[in-house]
Structure formats: structure tokens, C-alpha cells
């Protein structure tokens, strides 16, 4: 028994340790996706969000989440620094995709409140005290580590958030798309890495449990499985390109390789090699569908964060009905999940951002677009030695 | 038994890694921070101090610091190797500060004596065989990972090269001083952030042991607090500074949580969260009071590696005394602790410093520092494609 | 046994992620040495080959190297997954030495082959089913973590390549080398420290059991080993330029060190320090010596992927003969594992290479080239903000 205690809290500490790189991976990530002119205040935002959503979740949200949840299978504060991990990531999910235009106060302040108490919420329905059980909304689904909990959860304030706080200056002007490229290719592609990586222990780390060959045997499938999802849909997203264009476009090579990660994320301890092909292969393919999608409608989310978390944390946990169904794990069911915490993640946020926007503007005013975030939000150029084109 | 050496050593293995992390972590955070003119010969410096350092104290400075300590809880090759990895980072600290014109031979020099002697010293008379023991200097002092006997070890040696080897020129100039900014925020913020996590493994693999549930449950107290104490020493810095000036300044919030990291690591294991936060904050804000009195007072220091290790060095091995004292950790046992080390390692390195400085010019040239450091010492710019404002 | 089972699962995946750090590894360092309009291609080229090497190892190459062998001192899928994360560093090795006027399209072709089938068949008669077994072809050679298997095969691979690609456009005219210097040096730092401490999984891992003191004592020392090559390395190729130059040249260093970590990998569960010492050291200076001696003939190899990976794997495969040699350890019997595989593999990626070159252009027109092949090849910039010089 105190060897499987100690065992477990080993790894639960090590697979935190991983989540924790996806903190320098979303931040490079994003600096290297938006312009030179917004690169200190995305990164400052992305500081923000760990440091603030951390201490709202350690202080407040674990209780909301967990309760009193006895944790006798390893040390209480390696699962609460495991979870708390987690928190963050929703919220980056939505930060970038409001990218070169919110404001860093009012999005820390949605901070404050997503990591206290939305995101909490939202794990206490699927993983925590349950405070639906025994009413008709009691959730069933199979979700190991977040697919709709953390993704779609991120996914659909994100929606909330865009359709509050409007597109980019200058980003649809008269039926015309503005493309925008990506200002640092090496930092995208580091930042999805780390993210790879980070991964690794996201999902892995959920099984919780590695202290017996069944446990250790599941830990090692889940791993696998998402790796295996990641590198299929990362496949898919260059096939396709490629066939339309003839050219190699790594920034959706990358977001096909995160699309196919979430969408592993819900069911990754579940499935075999050939599912995980496949469900993380589409996941590829719908990112390089959804992205132009999006654009069509005049949603703008520079980093593709919609296509990429929403729309696969929605396919990731239908996948687990479709793929590993049984007499406990239900299509319905997972569609209940995605339905009840997409309804109500949606409403909560658009209600709070709703509220913060009027108390102060969400939006950086047009010309502090034009002339960059960086100026008027942090005073700290990116980089101020280079010179630039625009 | 058997099963505990095991665990032990894959455990110090894992801590030794994270603590590996800090050399690209210290070698961007720097690399950043400087001018483009100097980059290439301050990565130069920490690739240099990890080489020398390291090698120094494989071969001399163990020996020196351990003697013939029997490790009977783990590997001893692991034990040697976690020790090692902790040796390059008192060097890097003091390098930091002298950056942009101190030249790379006479540091490699003070490298070897630092990582060989100075170094071992210290930890013989904190953690190792303690040559003081049973003299009146016999130090009682609890620093679980060196908020002492790295970090302000670091600082005394950079207070003391500093005063020798002075300010960059142009620095200050008729009671003006010349803000240099940051040349590359992304590398700050990925190096601060891989410190970050390098610090799991520093302060949790201080603990020495994973294998009873007690030690267990140390290892994850230690990791948990330290994390507190860095997303306290950001917030508060961050806090502080946007109460001042209405911007949020990211070199001040990761230098803050870097304060908070330093400040939490003698006495990791000992807090309640609270404690954490309160000595994380406090550290946060100490940086950010003690750059701008730095500059005050003249001491050129580019990447605020005394406000961030010396201060919160000292305040961490203070705050043990005042949060945690006991019948054995006193007050007066801390700040016997910090004086005694801080006269001896600012003697010598003043000493020695001073020494190499007579045999050979420590400081470059002024025409070199006007070139800028790569032309002169290294002959590789960093950025040779780019296009410079300066 | 349950317990074995358990820990060496989990020090195995432990492994493999360090291995996987890898992956921005070399992607960071080939992007800092090639010129900015080649870094997008080249990050693609790095993301393709851990895409498609790993999908075709899983898919068919794990069977033809290791067939139906039983792994029962761990779960199968994290050794799978360990052994997969090796597969793409062959073939980085490979592609960064043809990099700025390689294809990707024929490259990703080239890597589904030497991922399912080359690389396969090197490890099965090295360290998997071995159909060579009982043949005067049979192998006896001690090749711990691949100095041969990995590091030489992928050399050997490079050198096919570039004598049929050729070298870059107006890197040699008239009898002149034209110096192309590394475009982003604190990215070379970053991957070659990420490499680094990747090199801890690899080597490590290798040893595949940790779940006994004598297995626990042999990962500390193989590790320990290690690091103290790559020092070594680092240190001797440092010291070489400086004498030679009076100048720190940062690139030499990090290739020294690279050298002396491949050449200790063959071994490196074998030696003691100063064996470890005179190994990496005689790494570094093969380095610096090698890297004009190519130029001299011609070869161009734009990251010194051939003096770090080839002669360093053969001289690293060597010095187990001559430093651990004993009953079963022989120099005639690492020297005939350095033929045999020297001569098929680079035989075999002749001929695939060869063939692929007449269905399809390997190499990129002189105009692509002068362009960049992030144009041609991506359609993407990798600074599209940043002014250049050239």
C-alpha cells in the first residue's frame, strides 16, 4: 500500500511536471502565431492566466470541484497541483483565440472567475463531487482527460468571448479577408511541441493510477494512443493541404496534430492503435476544414483555437460513444455531456463577458490595434532591436 | 530496501533533469534580455559555466563539499550528478549580472575556481562534510535548496565582480540612466518559464528521499509550495507595478516569480500554502522595490540577478526562522547562516575576482562593448540575417 | 514482479518523453543554422519525419526489427513507443545534413522507407530478432543506445545523400567556400541543449530495466556517462578553436559536445569517468577536425551532421573495443558491427535515394534555391515581419 501511495505520487508528480510545459507552449505558440506588435502582451496574458487561474483554483475551485473528495491512492497535493494544471489550459484555449484585440485587465479578471468557479463547475459535473447526481441532468459520460471538459469547456467561452469582443481591426473589410501570417515560424513550431509533449502527461497523468501492471498497462496504452492520435492527425492536415495546394503549410501540419490530440484526449485509455489512426486522422481533417469555415462566418480566431479545441473536443468525446461503446459508455450519453456542458459553459461566459464588457471595454480601442498591444497595454516592445516591414 | 534505492535513484534522476532544464532556461532568459550584440557571447558564457563548472566539480569540488559521505538511500553517481547540476546555476547568477561586459576567459577562470572550491565550500559548511563543526562558526541554519547556499552565494559573488569590473559603459551617464530594453521577450519568457520548472527538481530532489509515504508526501508539500510561491512572487510583482504605472510589465512579473521561486527554496518543506504565498509575495515585490534602488546606488546589473537571488536569498533564509522556527531552526541560526556565508563568499570572490583582474582585464574594452561582445570575443553575431535598429 | 513491471513502465515512458524533447531539439537547431529563408522548410521537413517515421515504425518497422519477441519486463506499447522515438533521429540526422536544397516530398518518401524498412532491419541484426544469427554475418557488437545503429546509420544515409543531391547553390565556386553563417544562435543553443538532455532517455532507457540495484546502478552510471562525454566534448572542442583562433566559437562548442555524447553511446553503461572523459574529449576535437576536412572534398553538410553523427558513432563504437573490451567485447567484433552496417546502409540508401532522385528531383532548382525553399516549397515565411540583409 505505501508503495503503490508512493508510486503513484511519483508520477502524478511527473506527469503535472509535463503539464507545466504546455505553459511555455501555448505561450510560443501564440507569440510566434500573432504579430510582432502583439507578442509581449500575448505572452503577458499567457503569464497572467497561469499565475491567476492557478491561485483562483488552488484557493477556491478545487473545493467547488472535488469537495471533499477523500485522495488516499497518492499524496492530496500532488493530485491538487496535477489538477490545477489543468485550469489554465482552458483558459489559454480562450485567450488566444481573442488574440491582437482583448485587453489584459477584463481578461484577467474572466480569469479570476473561470478558474474559480466556470471551470470548476464544469469538473465537479464530470469528475468531482457531481452535484447533478441524481437528477435528470446527471452526466455520463466517458471524458479521461478533457476532451469537453477542458477543451470544448475553453472552446466555447472562446465563442462567447468573439462574439462579444468582435474580430481584429482590419481583419474583414469589405467581403475581403485579411490574411495575417504568422510573424515567428520557429516559435509556432517549438510551442506545438512542447504541447506534444505536455500532452504526454495530460493524459496519461488522468488515468491516476499507476501502481499495479493493469494500471501501468492502461498509463502506457492512454500515452500511446494520444501520440499515435497526434501523429495522424498532424498526417492528414499535410495530406490534405498538399493535395489542394501542392505546398507544405506547417501551421496547419501543427493544428492538425492538436486537433487529432484533443480528439484522443476524451477516450485515449480506450482505444486501439487503429481507432486512435483514425480518430485522430480526422481530427486533422476537420481542422483544415473548420479553419476557412470559421472565416467565412466572420468569426476570427488567430490561432485557430475554435477549430482546433471546439470542434475536436465535440468529435473526441463523440468518438468514445462511436468507438468504444458499451454498456456503460453511451453515444447518448456523450452527446448529453457535450450538450449540457456546452450550454451551459456558453451561457455563463457570454453572461460574465457581457458584464465585464460593460463595466470596462474588452476591446483594445482601434488604434491601440493599429499601433500594437504591446504599446498600450505593457510599454515593452517584443523586439525592439529588429526592424520591421510593418 | 532494494525497492527504496530503486525509487530513489529514478527519482533524483528525474529531479536532475528538471534541474538540467535551467541551462537553456538561464541561457534564454539572458539571451533575451541583452542586446543583440552581446547574445551569442552570453550564451557563450552559460554553455562555458555548465562545461567548466560541472567538470570542476565532478572532479575536485565533491570531494570538497561531501568528502567521504557514505550514500547509502540511492545511486551515488545519482546523488553526484543532482549536486552538479546545482553548481553552474550559482555561476550563472553571477555571470548574468556582469553580462554585456564582462569578457568570457577571465569568467571561465573564476568558473573553475567557484565550481572547484568556493562552491564546495559553502555546501560542505550547509549540507556536506562541515569542516565548522564544533567551532563557534558551526552553522544551524535550514536552507532545504540553497535560497543561501546557491542563490545568495550567486549574489555575493556578483556584488563583488560588479564592483570590480563596474558598469557597461554608457550605462550611467552625468546622473542618467540609460534604460536598455530587453532585446527579445519570447527567449525571457521561455527561459523564465523553464526555470520555473527546473525548480520542481531542485527543491523537490533536495528532499533526497521519495521512498516512505512520509518522504512522499514532502517531496509533493515541497513542489506544491514552491509552485505557490512563484505564482505569488508574479502576482504580487505584476500587481504592484500596474498599480504604479497602469501597464503590466512581463520582465517584472517573471522576474517576481522568479523572487518568489528563490525566497520559497530554503524552507519549501516546512510551509502551509499560506506561508507560501506570503513569502512568495513578499518576494515578488522585494525584486521590484530593489531593481530601481540597484540602479541608485550604481550597480549595473542587466538582468536583476541581485534583486532576484541576493535579496530574496537572504529574505528566504530569514523568512524559514520567522514562518517555521522550532526548538532546532532559530532566528538567530538563519541570519548566523547567511552571514557567515555572505562574508566568506564576498570576501573570496572579491579576493579572486580582483586577482584575475590584475592578470588579465576582466571588463571589455570600451570600443568592445560599443561593438558589442560577439564581435570581439566570439566573432558570430547572433542574429546575422536581421536587419537592427542599433 | 508486479512491481518491476510497474516501475520499469514508468521509468520507460519517463525515457521516451526525454527522447521526445528531442524532436524540437533538432528542429530548433537545423532552424538556427540554416538561413531565415530555409527555416520554414526545414521545421517542416523536421515535423514530417516525426510524423511519418514514427507511423511507419509502428505500422511495419517494429515488426521487422523486433518480430515476436516477448517484453515482459515491461508493457509493450512503452517499449514500442521508446524504440519508436528513436526511429526519427536516424533520419533527422539525415535530412539536416541535406538541408536548404533538399525537397520535402522526396525526403518524406526517403523517411517511409528507412522508418519501415532500414532502420528496421539495422536494429533486428543489432539488438532485435537478428536474421543474421548463426550466418558468418552474425553480429557481436556492443552498441548500447545506437552510436552505430542510430547515429552512423543515419551518417551513412547523409553521405548517399549528398553525393547524388550535391551541395547548395554558391557554396562552392572556384575553388571558394563561401561561410553561410547560422541565422538564429540562441535557437542552435536551445536545440542543442534539448538534444542534450534527450540524450539522458536515450542512453538511459536503453539500458531497459531499472527494477533492481544492479539495473538501477547501471541507468545512474550510463546517464552519469553521458553527461560527462557530452562536457568532455564541449570542453575540448572549445579549447581547440580558442587556441587556434582566440575566440569562443559557440557553434564548435555545442557540436563538440554533440560529438562527445554520440561517441559515449555505444558504451556508455560501460566506462568509468576519466574512460568517459577521453571518450567525449576525442569527440570534440574529431568534430572541429572533421568539419573543414569535409568542406576540403567538397561535401557539403550545412550542420556538420557527418562529422558529429558518422565519425563520432564510428569512433564511439570503436572505443568499446579498445576501452571495455573483454571476453565477449571485442574490437574485431565492433569493427566488423561498424562494416556491416557502414556498408549496407549506405548501399541501400544509394539506391533508394538514387531511385527516388529519377522518379522525382531531390534536389531544388538553383532558383528555389536562391529564393528559399520556404517559397517554393511552403509558401510560407518563417520572419515575414523581420527586415533582412539578405
Known amino acids: 500500500m505505501a508503495d503503490a501511495y508512493i508510486i503513484n505520487t511519483l508520477f502524478t508528480l511527473f506527469a503535472m511536471t509535463l503539464i507545466i510545459f504546455m505553459v511555455p507552449g501555448f505561450a510560443m ?12 502582451s500575448v505572452l503577458t496574458v499567457n503569464i497572467m492566466i497561469y499565475v491567476v487561474a492557478s491561485i483562483s483554483f488552488i484557493l477556491i475551485g478545487f473545493q467547488i470541484a472535488f469537495g471533499d473528495i477523500q485522495i488516499s491512492t497518492m499524496n492530496p497535493l500532488a493530485f491538487i497541483m496535477f489538477q490545477m494544471a489543468f485550469v489554465g489550459k482552458a483558459i489559454n484555449i480562450m485567450s488566444g483565440g481573442v488574440g491582437e484585440r482583448a485587453k489584459i485587465f477584463p481578461l484577467t479578471l474572466f480569469t479570476v472567475i473561470m478558474g474559480a468557479l466556470i471551470y470548476p463547475f464544469v469538473v465537479n459535473i464530470s469528475w468531482g463531487g457531481d452535484i447533478l447526481k441524481d437528477t435528470v441532468l446527471d452526466l455520463n459520460m466517458h471524458d479521461l482527460a478533457g476532451s469537453t471538459v477542458i477543451h470544448s469547456t475553453g472552446g466555447w467561452a472562446l465563442l462567447a468571448a ?18 495575417i501570417p504568422a510573424s515567428n515560424i520557429p516559435l509556432v513550431t517549438l510551442g506545438a511541441l512542447l504541447l506534444w509533449i505536455g500532452w ?10 499507476i501502481a499495479s501492471k493493469e494500471a501501468a498497462d492502461t498509463v502506457a496504452l492512454t500515452i500511446f494512443n494520444t501520440n499515435t492520435a497526434g501523429l495522424a492527425g498532424a498526417l492528414t492536415a499535410g495530406i490534405f493541404i498538399y493535395l489542394r495546394y501542392k505546398l507544405f503549410d506547417i501551421t496547419m501540419i501543427l493544428n492538425g496534430a492538436l486537433g487529432g490530440l484533443v480528439a484522443i484526449t476524451a ?13 485522430g486522422g480526422i481530427g486533422g481533417i476537420l481542422v483544415v476544414i473548420a479553419v476557412p469555415l470559421f472565416d467565412k462566418v466572420r468569426i476570427d480566431d488567430p490561432v485557430g483555437a475554435l477549430s482546433v479545441h471546439l470542434i475536436n473536443g465535440i468529435w473526441g468525446t463523440f468518438a468514445v460513444g462511436l468507438f468504444a461503446g458499451n454498456e456503460t459508455i453511451t453515444l ?11 450550454i451551459s459553459v456558453f451561457a455563463v461566459s457570454y453572461a460574465i463577458i457581457y458584464a465585464i464588457n460593460k463595466i470596462m471595454a474588452f476591446r483594445a480601442s482601434d488604434d491601440a490595434q493599429l499601433e500594437g498591444l504591446d504599446a498600450s497595454e505593457c510599454g515593452i516592445e517584443s523586439y525592439p532591436e529588429f526592424r520591421r516591414t510593418i
Chains 1, 2, 3 share one sequence.
Open 29 to 40: 505558440l501564440e507569440a510566434g502565431i500573432v504579430r510582432t506588435k502583439n507578442v509581449t
Open 162 to 179: 468573439i462574439l462579444i469582443i468582435g474580430s481584429r481591426k482590419g481583419r474583414y473589410v469589405n467581403d475581403q479577408i485579411k490574411v
Open 200 to 209: 504526454f502527461g495530460f493524459n496519461g497523468g488522468s488515468v491516476g493510477n
Open 267 to 279: 477516450g485515449a485509455d480506450l482505444y486501439d492503435t487503429l481507432n486512435s489512426l483514425i480518430i
Open 332 to 342: 447518448m450519453g456523450q452527446i448529453k455531456g457535450i450538450a449540457i456542458i456546452g
